[in-house]
Each structure stands twice: as structure tokens, then as C-alpha cells.
């Protein structure tokens, strides 16, 4: 049976979260209502932006008061569900990026159902569709986007034409032999910070859209089909491939994604697997606080022959907010105000939502890079969720652990499938 309600919020032991940082106090009046927000912008553009949103609602109502809490991206996920598990402590307001995660805190009651509040002076129109659209689940949304994009490659230009590489690779071997050439030109290929997992998940969760499609995935997320099925075994050794090359930085095992950010941002690594954000990460990140400016490109991921997916189809998804079944109508009014056509389109001028899903708003975006990820996106002719996202909680978390074996070279592309399949046998079983 399909775990649901509080037996899913954990389905795989979670770690004690990371202290939150301190909380900012504002003075109190008797009769506030009091907003916890928390979100995961650690860096500037984000970190300062969102701060000065909530300054700025909370300068126009005095009766509320807002205390913003950053946490890092896996341990924002540990202490959400260990509150969401606990019943209580959970904020207000939170990060979230729709999918499985959301609905199965939907199915426990723990989140809004903020369908009504969207219809209200049509604030759910002026969404993407789409983007709004993994949000909602059975008729019901839970949550607004408040960003959207695809995971593609980024690569620094001066050093591919150092390696002598003359343009990105369009295809999976094209890549490999650039892997090689970068090697001969004693330049390191790609960063990745495995250490939070996640990164390490897009490389195969792309191999298996490559050499799946959206069938291979809805097969096996029906119960049709396994996580064993032949496209996931392919993917696996399609990576491995990659990861017998030896083409990531010394200590990725260990490191974060940060650390993996900024590695590629001060130069010394030639290309990274990673969302829109990356660019504002970097420029946060890089010694110099501007980042690889004109020699950052992007290119789509590579298609692979004799996949049944197609080099248009996308991994990706949105960052958004979701809100707690006890959040106060003042939550929803924040929300509101933030994702105010004004309010996204300042915030997608300066970097803060790099695609802005609020229609109209990306008429701010300026940057060539940025262009072609919405181009990308535009075209897409199908956008899978991430896996560790759209997935039950358990599902996700060990895709990411699995994943992270293959890249540690103690699990085979069988073994990790396998182990996949074992947990989506027991969470996803109708």
C-alpha cells in the first residue's frame, strides 16, 4: 500500500538538521500576527532580496511581524520533516518545490489547501500554468511558484577553448571525448558536490530521461513497470562510464554544492550539471563576487543514441512556497505581495527569480545565458519533476543515496536500480 499521512513524512531516517541561523527580531506588538518563514537563499541576490520583501510588508502592516529563517538546501529538507513528523514548529511558510513531497504532506493535513485563496481576485491566473500546475494535486493547490527552470550544463568558455574544444557536445559521447580532452589539457572536467547527493541524482535521473522518455518513468511510478526496466539499468551504465573517466575535483565524495559552485566559479573546473540558479550562486560564491561573467555558456544535456527520450526533454522544476494547515490568512497575503507582477519582475532584474513564473515578469531577463534556458524550456517537449521531489520522500531519499554509491564505485548500475526499485515497491504499491 502507498505509504500517506505522518508514516511517509520520514521514510528514511533523517539526520538531525543543522541549527537554523539566527532569526531576524523585529519589536512586537500586542496584537501582531507573527509569519515563520523559512527559505533557502543563502546568498545574495536571494538572501538579501527576500529579507528586504519581508521589511518592506511587514513597514506596511505593522500588525505583522515576519522572522525569516535561512536554512542549506538538505538541511532545510531534514528539520522540515522532522517538524512536519513532530506536529509542531512547522513554519508558516516554507520552501517547496511541488511534486510528491507536498502532496504527501497534503494527505496528512499538515499543509493548506490555498485553492480558494488563488481564486480570489484571480491570483492563480496570473501564474504560469504549468508551473502552478505541480502545486496542485487531486483539484487542490498547495502551494505558489515563486521561480522556474531546467537543470542543464553550464561550462566555462576560455577553458573549452583551451582544451581545444571548439563547441559544447550535443550528444553523450561528444561529451566523454571532451571529458578527455579537457584531462589532456590537465583541466579539471566537472565539479559536483556529491556530498549533498542531490547533484549527483540529476546525472542519472537525465540518463534516465535520455534513455527512457516519460514512459519509462510513468511505468514505473504506475507500478507498470520497475525502476529495474532496462532504460535505468542503461542509465546507470551510462554514467558509470562517465565516472570511470575520473573527470570530477578531488574530495566531490565529501563536497557540498556550494563548495562545488565555487570551484567552477574561480575558474578551475570546466563544467558543472545544475538549475538556473546557477549563476547568481556563482556570482555569490567566486572570489572576485562577479563570477566567470562572459565566459559562463550553457548548454542543453546531451542526448544519448538509442534512448527513446528525446535531446528536448527536460529535467526541472520550481522553487515556490507552501504553507502550514495552521498558517494565518497573513501568510497567504505575504505570498501574495511577493509574487506581485512589481515585486517579481525587480526580483528577475536583478537575478533573484531567474525565471519568474509570474506572467509578464520575464521581461526584466537580460542575461544571454538565462535566454537560453527559457528557450530551452519553452521547447521542452516534456519537463520531468526531479526524482527526489516528485517522488514519496523514502523513494527520493534513496535515490540519492543509491546514486551517490554509483559515484563512490560501491554499487553497480544493477545494484542501484535494484535498490530503487526495492523502496518504490513498497511506497508506491497501490
Same mark, same amino acid.
Given at each position: 500500500?502507498?505509504?500517506?499521512?505522518?508514516?511517509?513524512?520520514?521514510?528514511?531516517?533523517?539526520?538531525?538538521?543543522?541549527?537554523?541561523?539566527?532569526?531576524?527580531?523585529?519589536?512586537?506588538?500586542? =496584537?501582531?500576527?507573527?509569519?515563520?518563514?523559512?527559505? #533557502?537563499?543563502?546568498?545574495?541576490?536571494?538572501?538579501?532580496?527576500?529579507?528586504?520583501?519581508?521589511?518592506?510588508?511587514?513597514?506596511?502592516?505593522?500588525? %505583522?511581524?515576519?522572522?525569516?529563517?535561512?536554512?542549506?538546501?538538505?538541511?532545510?529538507?531534514?528539520?522540515?520533516?522532522? %517538524?512536519?513528523?513532530?506536529?509542531?514548529?512547522?513554519?508558516?511558510?516554507?520552501?517547496?518545490?511541488?511534486?510528491? %513531497?507536498?502532496?504527501?504532506?497534503?494527505?496528512?493535513?499538515?499543509?493548506?489547501?490555498?485553492?480558494?485563496?488563488?481564486?480570489?481576485?484571480?491570483?492563480?491566473?496570473?501564474?504560469?500554468?504549468?508551473?502552478?500546475?505541480?502545486?496542485?494535486?487531486?483539484?487542490?493547490?498547495?502551494?505558489?511558484?515563486?521561480?522556474?527552470?531546467?537543470?542543464?550544463?553550464?561550462?566555462?568558455?576560455?577553458? !573549452?577553448?583551451?582544451?581545444?574544444?571548439?563547441?559544447?557536445?550535443?550528444?553523450?559521447?561528444?561529451?566523454?571525448?571532451?571529458?578527455?580532452?579537457?584531462?589532456?589539457?590537465?583541466?579539471?572536467?566537472?565539479?559536483?558536490?556529491?556530498?549533498?547527493?542531490?547533484?549527483?541524482?540529476?546525472?542519472?535521473?537525465?540518463?534516465?530521461?535520455?534513455?527512457?522518455?516519460?514512459?519509462?518513468?510513468?511505468?514505473?511510478?504506475?507500478?507498470?513497470?520497475? /525502476?529495474?526496466?532496462?532504460?535505468?539499468?542503461?542509465?546507470?551504465?551510462?554514467?558509470?562510464?562517465?565516472?570511470?573517466?575520473?573527470?570530477?575535483?578531488?574530495?566531490?565524495?565529501?563536497?557540498?554544492?556550494?563548495?562545488?559552485?565555487?570551484? +567552477?566559479?574561480?575558474?578551475?573546473?570546466? +563544467?558543472?550539471? +545544475?538549475?538556473?540558479?546557477?549563476?547568481?550562486?556563482?556570482?555569490?560564491?567566486?572570489?572576485?563576487?562577479?563570477?566567470?561573467?562572459? =565566459?559562463?555558456? !550553457? /548548454?542543453?544535456?546531451?542526448? %544519448?543514441?538509442?534512448?527513446?527520450?528525446?535531446?528536448? =526533454?527536460?529535467?526541472?522544476?520550481?522553487?515556490?512556497?507552501? /504553507?502550514?494547515?495552521?498558517?494565518? =490568512?497573513?501568510?497567504?497575503?505575504?505570498?501574495?505581495?511577493? &509574487?506581485?507582477?512589481?515585486?517579481?519582475?525587480?526580483?528577475?532584474?536583478?537575478?533573484?527569480?531567474?525565471?519568474? &513564473?509570474?506572467?509578464?515578469?520575464?521581461?526584466? #531577463?537580460?542575461?544571454?545565458?538565462?535566454?537560453?534556458?527559457?528557450?530551452?524550456?519553452?521547447?521542452?517537449?516534456?519537463?520531468?519533476?526531479?526524482?527526489?521531489?516528485?517522488?514519496?520522500?523514502?523513494?527520493?531519499?534513496?535515490?540519492?543515496?543509491?546514486?551517490?554509491?554509483? !559515484?563512490?564505485?560501491?554499487?553497480?548500475?544493477?545494484?542501484?536500480?535494484?535498490? #530503487?526499485?526495492?523502496?518504490?515497491?513498497?511506497?508506491?504499491?497501490?
Amino acid at each position: 500500500m502507498r505509504a500517506t499521512r505522518r508514516q511517509v513524512l520520514l521514510g528514511t531516517t533523517a539526520v538531525a538538521a543543522a541549527a537554523a541561523m539566527p532569526k531576524i527580531e523585529f519589536a512586537r506588538a500586542a =496584537d501582531q500576527t507573527t509569519i515563520e518563514w523559512w527559505h #533557502i537563499s543563502q546568498n545574495d541576490p536571494g538572501l538579501t532580496a527576500f529579507q528586504d520583501a519581508a521589511n518592506a510588508y511587514m513597514a506596511d502592516h505593522p500588525d %505583522v511581524k515576519i522572522n525569516v529563517t535561512v536554512l542549506a538546501n538538505e538541511d532545510f529538507k531534514a528539520k522540515l520533516a522532522t %517538524v512536519m513528523q513532530g506536529g509542531s514548529g512547522v513554519p508558516d511558510m516554507f520552501q517547496s518545490w511541488g511534486g510528491g %513531497v507536498l502532496y504527501q504532506y497534503a494527505d496528512a493535513g499538515l499543509v493548506r489547501d490555498i485553492t480558494a485563496d488563488l481564486a480570489k481576485d484571480d491570483w492563480g491566473t496570473t501564474f504560469n500554468p504549468a508551473a502552478l500546475g505541480l502545486y496542485a494535486n487531486n483539484g487542490k493547490n498547495y502551494g505558489v511558484p515563486w521561480d522556474m527552470g531546467i537543470v542543464g550544463m553550464w561550462y566555462n568558455k576560455s577553458l !573549452f577553448t583551451k582544451a581545444g574544444i571548439d563547441a559544447p557536445p550535443t550528444t553523450w559521447d561528444e561529451l566523454l571525448d571532451d571529458v578527455k580532452k579537457l584531462q589532456a589539457a590537465k583541466i579539471t572536467p566537472i565539479a559536483v558536490g556529491e556530498g549533498d547527493k542531490w547533484p549527483g541524482h540529476f546525472w542519472w535521473v537525465y540518463q534516465a530521461i535520455r534513455m527512457g522518455g516519460k514512459s519509462a518513468f510513468d511505468a514505473a511510478y504506475t507500478r507498470k513497470g520497475k /525502476f529495474t526496466d532496462q532504460p535505468f539499468i542503461d542509465a546507470g551504465k551510462n554514467l558509470k562510464a562517465l565516472i570511470d573517466l575520473k573527470p570530477f575535483q578531488d574530495g566531490f565524495l565529501a563536497a557540498t554544492y556550494n563548495e562545488a559552485d565555487t570551484y +567552477m566559479a574561480n575558474g578551475n573546473a570546466a +563544467m558543472e550539471l +545544475m538549475g538556473q540558479w546557477l549563476p547568481g550562486n556563482q556570482k555569490a560564491l567566486a572570489e572576485n563576487k562577479t563570477g566567470l561573467g562572459d =565566459d559562463l555558456g !550553457f /548548454f542543453p544535456f546531451p542526448g %544519448v543514441d538509442g534512448g527513446a527520450g528525446q535531446p528536448t =526533454d527536460v529535467l526541472g522544476g520550481c522553487d515556490g512556497f507552501a /504553507f502550514s494547515a495552521k498558517a494565518p =490568512d497573513a501568510a497567504l497575503d505575504f505570498a501574495r505581495y511577493i &509574487t506581485a507582477r512589481k515585486v517579481q519582475t525587480d526580483m528577475a532584474g536583478n537575478g533573484v527569480a531567474v525565471l519568474p &513564473t509570474v506572467n509578464g515578469a520575464d521581461s526584466a #531577463i537580460d542575461d544571454p545565458n538565462l535566454k537560453a534556458v527559457a528557450e530551452a524550456l519553452k521547447s521542452a517537449t516534456y519537463l520531468q519533476l526531479y526524482y527526489d521531489q516528485f517522488l514519496p520522500p523514502a523513494v527520493g531519499g534513496v535515490v540519492n543515496d543509491a546514486t551517490q554509491q554509483l !559515484f563512490a564505485g560501491t554499487a553497480s548500475p544493477e545494484e542501484i536500480a535494484q535498490t #530503487i526499485e526495492d523502496s518504490a515497491a513498497q511506497e508506491l504499491a497501490s
